[in-house]
């Protein structure tokens, strides 16, 4: 029996080969691993089917020669058991599962077979049972980020032979026994955090860790102990965190030797006498925290503005020192602004400008997972951040008065580093949302470049004031929290995945090595491979043979951009090649800038990138093939689909919100340029998809609009006010939306015979007839399939607002998406059946309603 299906199998992977010989198939090895990895979960991405994963492109997995080499699967509510198989991976290197906290269950005894791992972030999961002693057998391990699981038993003293390790973060777990003397082996270690466990016992001796930054024992019940003298010893040291380890004795002078030390954090221990911090200690110390301890003296130094908490120490008992500063409880507050505004506040939600102006500023909040500085009460590295703020947003470009900076707070227990960020217009109230995004996106694409001691950042923005939607129904809300859980997710996925590559940065610094992360530095020009959620790289050969060599009979259409192919992978997936002509391809950063943004966008209604190939001179993007062909095709009775007036709403509907998706919810907003009939695809279940998107604007690259010459467009979809400017916003392709809700109606091209359908409709409709006396236009097929339009009239008007001349005029889709639901409420249908809500997250997105999941 097991013959047969062997037989069966080899004859269908033959017929593969036949069909598209490349050998795009994962290791078996590999495959199977990966299949027992899902099988031990009970949820797991949605994308991860079929049997061949680097081939089609399960989320999260990056192959290299059809081995598996990187597993990132950051905060997708994973759930089950992490499979003792994921040791067949041997030529994995990264493995992350950050923050799905129902990953649980102990981690896998053989783990230590994965000898290429570097990077092993387990942050923010629920693992539990002991660190395996195969552990030690992890050599080329850097990074190892535990800190947040359950995890129990001893630190196990083979750790102590992963020589490489940078980080090492254990912290906020379970871990009993000895703090093992062996990790005073593990000389490269930059990031030591053990905190909140229960480890017993004594300090061991660490003095050999002299490239440690920070140290964090918190939190620990160890036994009682003076102040290790070794500290001393730790050269490169800045962070030193032992708050609550039952410390006793005085504290020596030569603890603030280590010239970089800054924060000191030591509350709630047992440390009496003299606080005194001698003459020649640290240069950079900022801020020293000895809340709750038994401190009976402070000799103040004489002219160093170091901040001291020693609130709750007999010290502050004395009558003369209750209302010193260092005895108040909290540091002091960090809620000024950079400049200092001195303006009487405004109303409506608006701020004084630095001239006392009131106006709607952009906010957001600039997020530090790990800045090399710690302490606030100098600012100069703040007003440093600022003045690099201002400089870049003075460029006219962006309409800016002022950018100021405040609220700066520390996170606990993690310790990230919170700055509120406001830009004020220039000359007006608010910026338009041209402008509005142009300003964020030099966030989003990482453009600005704070200095160096921040190191990498996450920004989120807040909704903009002006464009929060005034008519606040449901549906508003529903909008706006997608948004926000949309932005919140990039947020999660986006401080997972610097944060491995900024230790690791960190610590190549330390150890004088090259820093191969060009990628944070503008400065070089190398080109690292594109971050993709879920692309494939794709060899031309790949993708030559999958088109029979880019056949004619596989040309299923072109533009102004080149040409597509269809084809078909070994897996039997159909795809879209579109392959950029010689000639109008772009620089080798901007497409690859152009495919990290694309391979982000994810919904339902927008077709899928699923690769790219950059390879021999050529940029090709390889998109999910859509089987119904084109609204174009099925209006002109070609696909033989008959559309009927439900049919016709629903996909006005579903484009509708793949545009919206694309204006209002990818990041950076992308404009389409070229909605037309043709480029919304219907699938098996005449689900709408925009398609064509790519290489198409990014919004918030003003360079190139200005520049643009040549207007891009179709005749009968172009809109006017953009032919005439030049200048291209979301609201062009707002009226090729319009145009296409009226081709809806009249199943006919928008210029037929030199009329215009636009002007025609226009000029023919009298609002006093039912249907405004437009039946000489409808197409016969509606009124056949249908009988009665409910909710036309709302729909007509609809897309003569989408095409109004002005732009300012025109709704924004997600205003058309609201008023398209509010028809389909009228007609008696669900919106929200055959469609998801008007995003989704990324794995949400392209299945649609129902379980994310692949287990229903
Ligand atoms: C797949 O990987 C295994 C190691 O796990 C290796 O022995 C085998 O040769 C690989 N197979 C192919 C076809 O590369
Ligand atoms: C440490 O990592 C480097 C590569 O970064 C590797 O060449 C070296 O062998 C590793 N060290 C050990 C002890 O494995
Ligand atoms: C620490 O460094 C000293 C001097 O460099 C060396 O003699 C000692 O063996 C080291 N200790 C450990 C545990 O590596
Ligand atoms: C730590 O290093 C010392 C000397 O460098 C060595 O004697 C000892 O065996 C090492 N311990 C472990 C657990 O590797
Ligand atoms: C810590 O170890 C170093 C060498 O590794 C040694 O020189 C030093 O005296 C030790 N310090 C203490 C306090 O044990
Ligand atoms: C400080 O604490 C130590 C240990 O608890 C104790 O031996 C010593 O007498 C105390 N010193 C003062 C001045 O209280
Ligand atoms: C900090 O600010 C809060 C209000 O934001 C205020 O209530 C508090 O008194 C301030 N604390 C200090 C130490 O200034
Ligand atoms: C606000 O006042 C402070 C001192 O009170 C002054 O130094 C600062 O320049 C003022 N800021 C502005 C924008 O006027
Ligand atoms: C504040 O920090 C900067 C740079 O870190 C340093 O040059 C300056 O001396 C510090 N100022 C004070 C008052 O400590």
Same mark, same amino acid.
């Given at each position: 029996?097991?013959?047969?299906?062997?037989?069966?199998?080899?004859?269908?992977?033959?017929?593969?080969?036949?069909?598209?010989?490349?050998?795009?198939?994962?290791?078996?090895?590999?495959?199977?691993?990966?299949?027992?990895?899902?099988?031990?979960?009970?949820?797991?991405?949605?994308?991860?089917?079929?049997?061949?994963?680097?081939?089609?492109?399960?989320?999260?997995?990056?192959?290299?020669?059809?081995?598996?080499?990187?597993?990132?699967?950051?905060?997708?509510?994973?759930?089950?058991?992490?499979?003792?198989?994921?040791?067949?991976?041997?030529?994995?290197?990264?493995?992350?599962?950050?923050?799905?906290?129902?990953?649980?269950?102990?981690?896998?005894?053989?783990?230590?077979?994965?000898?290429?791992?570097?990077?092993?972030?387990?942050?923010?999961?629920?693992?539990?049972?002991?660190?395996?002693?195969?552990?030690?057998? #992890?050599?080329? /391990?850097? @990074? &190892?980020?535990?800190? $947040?699981? +359950? *995890?129990?038993?001893? %630190? !196990?003293? =083979?750790?102590?032979?992963?020589?490489?390790?940078?980080?090492?973060?254990?912290?906020?777990?379970?871990?009993?026994?000895?703090?093992?003397?062996?990790?005073?082996?593990?000389?490269?270690?930059?990031?030591?955090?053990?905190?909140?466990?229960?480890?017993?016992?004594?300090?061991?001796?660490?003095?050999?860790?002299?490239?440690?930054?920070?140290?964090?024992?918190?939190?620990?019940?160890?036994?009682?102990?003076?102040?290790?003298?070794?500290?001393?010893? #730790?050269?490169? /040291?800045? @962070? &030193?965190?032992?708050? $609550?380890? +039952? *410390?006793?004795?005085? %504290? !020596?002078? =030569?603890?603030?030797?280590?010239?970089?030390?800054?924060?000191?954090?030591?509350?709630?221990?047992?440390?009496?006498?003299?606080?005194?911090?001698?003459?020649?200690?640290?240069?950079?110390?900022?801020?020293?925290?000895?809340?709750?301890?038994?401190?009976?003296?402070?000799?103040?130094?004489?002219?160093?503005?170091?901040?001291?908490?020693?609130?709750?120490?007999?010290?502050?008992?004395?009558?003369?020192?209750?209302?010193?500063?260092?005895?108040?409880?909290?540091?002091?507050?960090?809620?000024?602004?950079?400049?200092?505004?001195?303006?009487?506040?405004?109303?409506?939600?608006?701020?004084?400008?630095?001239?006392?102006?009131?106006?709607?500023?952009?906010?957001?909040?600039?997020?530090?997972?790990?800045?090399?500085?710690?302490?606030?009460?100098?600012?100069?590295?703040?007003?440093?951040?600022?003045?690099?703020?201002?400089?870049?947003?003075?460029?006219?470009?962006?309409?800016?008065?002022?950018?100021?900076?405040?609220?700066?707070?520390?996170?606990?227990?993690?310790?990230?580093?919170?700055?509120?960020?406001?830009?004020?217009?220039?000359?007006?109230?608010?910026?338009?949302?041209?402008?509005?995004?142009?300003?964020?996106?030099?966030?989003?694409?990482?453009?600005?470049?704070?200095?160096?001691?921040?190191?990498?950042?996450?920004?989120?923005?807040?909704?903009?004031?002006?464009?929060?939607?005034?008519?606040?129904?449901?549906?508003?809300?529903?909008?706006?929290?997608?948004?926000?859980?949309?932005?919140?997710?990039?947020?999660?996925?986006?401080?997972?995945?610097?944060?491995?590559?900024?230790?690791?940065?960190?610590?190549?610094?330390?150890?004088?090595?090259?820093?191969?992360?060009?990628?944070?530095?503008?400065?070089?020009?190398?080109?690292?491979?594109?971050?993709?959620?879920?692309?494939?790289?794709?060899?031309?050969?790949?993708?030559?043979?999958?088109?029979?060599?880019?056949?004619?009979?596989?040309?299923?259409?072109?533009?102004?951009?080149?040409?597509?192919?269809?084809?078909?992978?070994?897996?039997?997936?159909?795809?879209?090649?579109?392959?950029?002509?010689?000639?109008?391809?772009?620089?080798?950063?901007?497409?690859?800038?152009?495919?990290?943004?694309?391979?982000?966008?994810?919904?339902?209604?927008?077709?899928?990138?699923?690769?790219?190939?950059?390879?021999?001179?050529?940029?090709?993007?390889?998109?999910?093939?859509?089987?119904?062909?084109?609204?174009?095709?099925?209006?002109?009775?070609?696909?033989?689909?008959?559309?009927?007036?439900?049919?016709?709403?629903?996909?006005?509907?579903?484009?509708?919100?793949?545009?919206?998706?694309?204006?209002?919810?990818?990041?950076?907003?992308?404009?389409?340029?070229?909605?037309?009939?043709?480029?919304?695809?219907?699938?098996?279940?005449?689900?709408?998809?925009?398609?064509?998107?790519?290489?198409?604007?990014?919004?918030?690259?003003?360079?190139?609009?200005?520049?643009?010459?040549?207007?891009?467009?179709?005749?009968?979809?172009?809109?006017?006010?953009?032919?005439?400017?030049?200048?291209?916003?979301?609201?062009?392709?707002?009226?090729?939306?319009?145009?296409?809700?009226?081709?809806?109606?009249?199943?006919?091209?928008?210029?037929?015979?030199?009329?215009?359908?636009?002007?025609?409709?226009?000029?023919?409709?009298?609002?006093?007839?039912?249907?405004?006396?437009?039946?000489?236009?409808?197409?016969?097929?509606?009124?056949?399939?249908?009988?009665?339009?409910?909710?036309?009239?709302?729909?007509?008007?609809?897309?003569?607002?989408?095409?109004?001349?002005?732009?300012?005029?025109?709704?924004?889709?997600?205003?058309?998406?609201?008023?398209?639901?509010?028809?389909?409420?009228?007609?008696?249908?669900?919106?929200?059946?055959?469609?998801?809500?008007?995003?989704?997250?990324?794995?949400?997105?392209?299945?649609?309603?129902?379980?994310?999941?692949?287990?229903?």
């Amino acid at each position: 029996m097991s013959s047969k299906i062997g037989v069966v199998y080899i004859l269908l992977v033959l017929l593969l080969f036949k069909i598209c010989s490349v050998s795009a198939f994962t290791n078996i090895s590999d495959a199977s691993a990966l299949q027992a990895l899902k099988s031990e979960w009970t949820r797991y991405p949605e994308s991860w089917k079929g049997s061949d994963p680097c081939g089609t492109s399960w989320v999260g997995v990056t192959c290299s020669n059809d081995r598996v080499i990187s597993i990132s699967l950051a905060n997708l509510n994973l759930e089950g058991k992490l499979s003792a198989d994921i040791s067949a991976l041997s030529e994995l290197q990264i493995l992350d599962l950050t923050s799905n906290s129902k990953l649980s269950g102990p981690l896998p005894p053989n783990i230590g077979n994965l000898k290429k791992l570097t990077t092993l972030n387990l942050m923010g999961c629920g693992f539990s049972g002991q660190i395996p002693d195969s552990i030690g057998s #992890l050599e080329q /391990l850097n @990074t &190892l980020l535990f800190d $947040g699981n +359950q *995890l129990t038993g001893k %630190i !196990p003293n =083979s750790l102590s032979l992963v020589k490489n390790l940078t980080v090492l973060r254990l912290d906020r777990n379970k871990l009993i026994g000895d703090i093992p003397p062996s990790l005073n082996n593990l000389t490269d270690l930059f990031e030591l955090y053990l905190a909140s466990n229960r480890f017993t016992g004594s300090l061991p001796n660490l003095s050999n860790l002299t490239n440690l930054h920070t140290l964090d024992v918190s939190n620990n019940q160890l036994t009682f102990s003076l102040i290790p003298s070794w500290i001393s010893s #730790l050269t490169s /040291l800045s @962070t &030193l965190r032992m708050e $609550g380890i +039952q *410390l006793e004795g005085p %504290i !020596p002078i =030569s603890l603030f030797n280590p010239i970089q030390l800054q924060t000191v954090v030591l509350k709630r221990n047992q440390l009496n006498a003299t606080l005194d911090f001698g003459t020649s200690s640290s240069n950079q110390l900022e801020f020293v925290d000895l809340q709750t301890n038994g401190i009976t003296g402070y000799n103040q130094p004489a002219n160093k503005p170091i901040q001291v908490i020693l609130a709750d120490n007999p010290v502050c008992k004395e009558s003369g020192n209750q209302q010193s500063d260092f005895c108040k409880a909290s540091q002091s507050n960090n809620s000024f602004s950079i400049p200092q505004i001195n303006c009487s506040s405004c109303s409506h939600g608006k701020e004084p400008t630095p001239a006392c102006r009131c106006v709607y500023p952009i906010t957001g909040t600039l997020t530090f997972r790990s800045p090399s500085f710690s302490g606030f009460s100098n600012n100069t590295n703040f007003i440093m951040l600022q003045k690099e703020l201002a400089d870049l947003f003075k460029d006219p470009k962006y309409q800016m008065e002022a950018v100021a900076i405040r609220n700066i707070k520390e996170t606990s227990p993690d310790h990230h580093l919170l700055i509120e960020v406001l830009v004020f217009p220039l000359g007006k109230e608010s910026f338009d949302e041209t402008g509005m995004n142009r300003v964020i996106t030099e966030f989003s694409t990482h453009n600005f470049d704070p200095p160096s001691i921040f190191g990498p950042y996450i920004f989120k923005a807040d909704l903009y004031i002006p464009f929060s939607g005034g008519s606040a129904s449901s549906n508003t809300g529903i909008i706006i929290g997608a948004a926000v859980g949309a932005a919140v997710l990039l947020l999660l996925l986006t401080i997972a995945g610097i944060y491995a590559i900024w230790q690791k940065k960190r610590a190549e610094r330390a150890t004088g090595r090259n820093n191969p992360f060009a990628k944070w530095n503008k400065s070089k020009s190398s080109l690292d491979a594109p971050r993709l959620m879920g692309a494939k790289a794709f060899t031309f050969e790949e993708l030559k043979k999958c088109t029979e060599n880019f056949s004619e009979a596989n040309n299923v259409g072109g533009g102004g951009y080149g040409q597509v192919y269809k084809g078909i992978l070994p897996s039997g997936q159909l795809i879209a090649i579109k392959r950029a002509q010689q000639g109008s391809s772009q620089g080798e950063l901007e497409f690859k800038n152009e495919i990290e943004l694309l391979s982000r966008v994810h919904h339902k209604n927008v077709v899928r990138l699923l690769g790219f190939c950059f390879d021999r001179n050529e940029q090709m993007l390889v998109y999910e093939y859509i089987p119904n062909g084109s609204l174009t095709d099925s209006l002109s009775g070609k696909s033989g689909i008959v559309l009927d007036w439900t049919r016709r709403l629903r996909i006005a509907l579903g484009s509708g919100k793949g545009l919206a998706y694309l204006h209002e919810l990818a990041d950076p907003p992308i404009i389409h340029r070229d909605i037309k009939s043709n480029n919304i695809l219907l699938d098996e279940s005449l689900t709408a998809k925009v398609a064509d998107f790519g290489l198409s604007k990014l919004v918030g690259d003003p360079e190139k609009v200005h520049v643009t010459t040549q207007v891009k467009g179709t005749m009968g979809y172009l809109d006017p006010e953009y032919y005439m400017t030049n200048q291209l916003t979301e609201k062009s392709d707002v009226y090729g939306f319009g145009v296409v809700m009226l081709e809806l109606l009249t199943g006919k091209s928008p210029i037929v015979g030199g009329k215009y359908v636009v002007r025609e409709v226009q000029r023919k409709m009298d609002k006093s007839r039912s249907l405004y006396d437009l039946q000489e236009f409808l197409d016969p097929a509606i009124i056949a399939s249908s009988g009665n339009l409910k909710g036309f009239e709302t729909y007509v008007d609809l897309a003569l607002r989408c095409v109004e001349g002005e732009g300012l005029k025109r709704p924004t889709m997600g205003e058309v998406v609201k008023e398209i639901e509010s028809i389909m409420q009228l007609v008696g249908l669900n919106p929200n059946i055959d469609s998801a809500t008007s995003s989704r997250t990324y794995e949400e997105a392209s299945k649609g309603s129902g379980d994310p999941y692949g287990k229903q």
